[in-house]
């Protein structure tokens, strides 16, 4: 039984490692976010900082730091939880693995000072290999991806064989299997061909697949384990939903993709396909926590929950991982799907709803519960028992998601403007779109995102105070 197995977590050098990957994790989400606000004052002032920092990098280093951030804090999370789902103190190759954190960290160093400080170069072969690869959302040099691949492939190496000589567990399972797609499907973005479709075919299994199917699987095998550490959820229920979240997800992970197709000349029947299925793949992660809470309340209201065992161990985690349930389902599911209709889609196409889905669904499915994996990751390092919520942890979570909601907001009422006026009026051209652009109701929509992410940025801000004092001030209290 999982149960019976004991292991020093607080000495645990997996779990020191995870932490290390956090700590790098929360500098590149404050980098992101400085990145957003400037992009967005750019949108309304596009003289600032025009020929020093312009809004073509601004944005790259915004959405790049988004995506490598999450990655850190994700095989962070993966580090922290080896030692409790296997029964194994430390990975195989602890060592093979710290190396790896330094010489990802250094890349993703180098990479960004390049974007920051050299920014483009010629159309030529070395500007690919050592500047910019010039794919929106995936712009790192060609050696810092084949590093990244590198990287990871030690790191699923490291799981996978402490897996192996451990106990598998079903959460564990899904993890791994998980973690090899996770891998693989970043390699199809890393080869390119002179047919602009199949290029873009291709690229899609990246940008979406990669986040709408092996991401979402990773979300649910995070959930599963923290709803079990904070609230000693039964696993047989958590494990169920995660099985049927992958029998689901891959499914309409894969089907769902096909609400791209509609731009790049595949057939029409991808249209319907892919606007229906992509819209199924919160569910599962939803039915996961509803029915969790449902059996805890359950047993709190039959007096079966007695003494620490039926707690809320860490309130901060426990309240991230409630927004990110119900953060997916709104900003991945009706959000996303509201404007994947192809019939809706041939006018919200490229226009700020895409921006607004964007935004939501990334805070919603992935931020949520990585910043509660982090609060988990504090517990153990602190060795508390219990983590409840301070004046800090309140004012992050209050204002970061009521930030990230106001900025998704403003964006949906901007991509309206557009579909009205740019895309149904006035024909989609260049012209219609710089006339929309200009218009008070997208001016003031984007002062208004501009406004809601300086909400969003004291929220970081007291997140940060947090993550660094939580821990010692509950020991404090404790004592």
């Known amino acids: 039984m999982l149960s019976s197995i004991k292991t020093n977590n607080f000495q645990s050098e997996s779990k020191k490692l995870g932490m290390m990957y956090f ?17 967005g004052l750019q949108f309304l002032y596009p003289e600032f900082l025009f020929n020093i920092f312009d809004f ?8 790049n730091a988004l995506v490598v951030w999450m990655l850190y804090a994700m095989i962070g999370s993966v580090y922290l939880m080896l030692p409790d789902e296997t029964g194994i103190k430390e990975p195989v190759a602890i060592g093979l693995g710290k190396l790896a954190f330094w010489i990802l960290t250094a890349a993703v160093a180098v990479v960004v000072l390049v974007y920051i400080f ?25 050696w810092a991806d084949i590093g ?15 897996y192996m000589k451990g106990q598998k567990t079903g959460i564990m399972t899904v993890m791994v299997a998980n973690l090899l797609a996770l891998a693989g499907l970043y390699i199809t973005g890393m080869f390119f061909t002179d047919n602009i479709s199949v290029d873009q075919f291709w690229w899609w299994w990246v940008i979406h697949l ?61 249209w319907e396909i892919g606007a229906l299925f992509s819209s199924l793949e919160p ?16 047993e709190q209201g039959h007096g079966e ?21 119900f953060g997916n389902f709104l900003g991945a599911g009706i959000w996303g799907f509201f404007h994947t209709l192809p019939q809706v889609n041939i006018y919200t196409h490229g226009s700020q709803f895409t921006a607004a889905h964007g935004h939501l669904a990334f805070f919603g499915a992935y931020a949520t519960i990585l910043i509660g994996m982090m609060y988990l990751g504090l517990q153990e390092a602190y060795g508390l028992k219990r983590m409840k919520a301070t004046f800090n942890s309140k004012m992050a979570i209050f204002l970061i998601t009521f930030g990230v909601l106001g900025m998704a907001v403003a964006l949906t009422i901007a991509g309206y403007e557009q579909v009205l006026v740019e895309r149904a009026e006035l024909g989609a051209g260049w012209q219609a779109f710089f006339t929309a652009q200009n218009l008070p109701w997208y001016i003031q929509a984007q002062t208004w995102r501009e406004i809601m992410g300086l909400v969003t940025f004291v929220g970081f801000v007291f997140l940060l105070i947090d993550l660094l004092t939580i821990g010692s001030k509950t020991q404090k209290s404790d004592d």
Do not use: C
Request: aromatic content about 14%; cysteine-free; proline content about 3%.
């Open 118 to 142: 050299v920014q483009v170069g010629p159309g030529k072969e070395s500007t690919i290999w050592f500047i910019n690869e010039g794919r929106e959302y995936i712009e790192a040099p060609r």
């Open 23 to 39: 700590r790098v994790a929360i500098v590149l989400f404050g980098a992101q976010l400085l990145m957003g606000l400037i992009a």
């Open 210 to 270: 990669w986040v709408e199917a092996t991401w979402e699987v990773f979300v649910g095998t995070l959930a599963a384990y923290a709803l079990i550490k904070i609230i000693n959820a039964k696993r047989e229920i958590v494990e169920m939903w995660l099985w049927i979240e992958v029998l689901m997800l891959f499914g309409s992970g894969i089907l769902g993709l096909g609400h791209h197709y509609f731009w790049i000349g595949t057939p029409e029947y991808w």
């Open 305 to 325: 929950a007695m003494g620490e065992d039926h707690v809320i161990k860490n309130g901060p985690a426990m309240a991230w991982i409630t927004i990110n349930a």
């Open 283 to 298: 569910v599962p992660l939803v039915a996961m926590f509803v029915h969790v809470l449902y059996d805890w309340g359950k």
């Open 148 to 162: 990244i691949v590198a990287v990871v492939l030690v790191f699923y190496a490291n799981v996978f064989f402490t």
């Open 56 to 63: 073509s990098v601004a944005r790259m280093v915004h959405i």
